[in-house]
């Protein structure tokens, strides 16, 4: 399968896992945006941004005592990575399976997994001495993510997350709202 098959057939599993998911109730939908501290494999560190959301699709006490979740997310490098005078700019899209499950009444734990997305800009040198290149592909994504409760609609997270293996990891911090 061509790579942008592969993109087309995980977008529309994400889009199909999403939309069903939607049928439930969707009063429990949450939105997150964090920062991270985003490390390539060979490059110093950078920053990013994270968007992200999610829904219930299987409720606490149906599988144990935790959780699942749907989510989607969105990663952009606000500061690029980098190595002397090469950069490397990262965006991905992603699609996880979240188990959420508190560990008392204010704190909770988020182990997920799922397929990501990522598109890389590489730049080097500078003014006419310089140059570019991209590439994409799609990998699996693990992470594990964090939170306090502030209050019925509103958490702290922090999260950290390996894009196979360790070619891209995020390490970030953030709000988590509950609609």
């Known amino acids: 399968m061509n790579l942008h098959k592969k993109i087309a057939f995980s977008l529309l599993t994400a889009a199909l896992m999403a939309s069903s998911s939607f049928a439930l109730d969707t ?18 560190s950078g920053f990013a941004i994270i968007l992200g959301g999610g829904l219930p699709v299987v409720e606490a006490g149906k599988v144990g005592p935790g959780t699942i979740a749907v989510e989607a997310e969105l990663t952009y490098s606000l500061v690029s990575p980098s190595v002397g005078q090469w950069e490397k700019t990262a965006m991905t899209v992603a699609a996880y399976g979240a188990y959420i499950f508190d560990i008392d009444k204010q704190f909770f734990v988020k182990p997920r997994a799922g397929l990501v997305y990522r598109s890389y800009s590489y730049t080097w ?29 509103l958490d702290i997270i922090v999260g950290y997350n390996l894009l196979d293996g360790t070619d891209l990891t995020h390490l970030s911090a953030g709000v988590q709202y509950h609609f």
């Open 27 to 44: 009063s429990k939908a949450y939105g997150a945006a964090s920062v991270a501290l985003e490390s390539a494999n060979g490059y110093d």
């Open 125 to 153: 040198g500078a003014s006419s001495w310089g140059g570019s290149g991209s590439t994409s592909d799609i990998g699996i994504a693990l992470g594990v993510q964090g939170g306090y409760k502030l209050n019925k609609q």
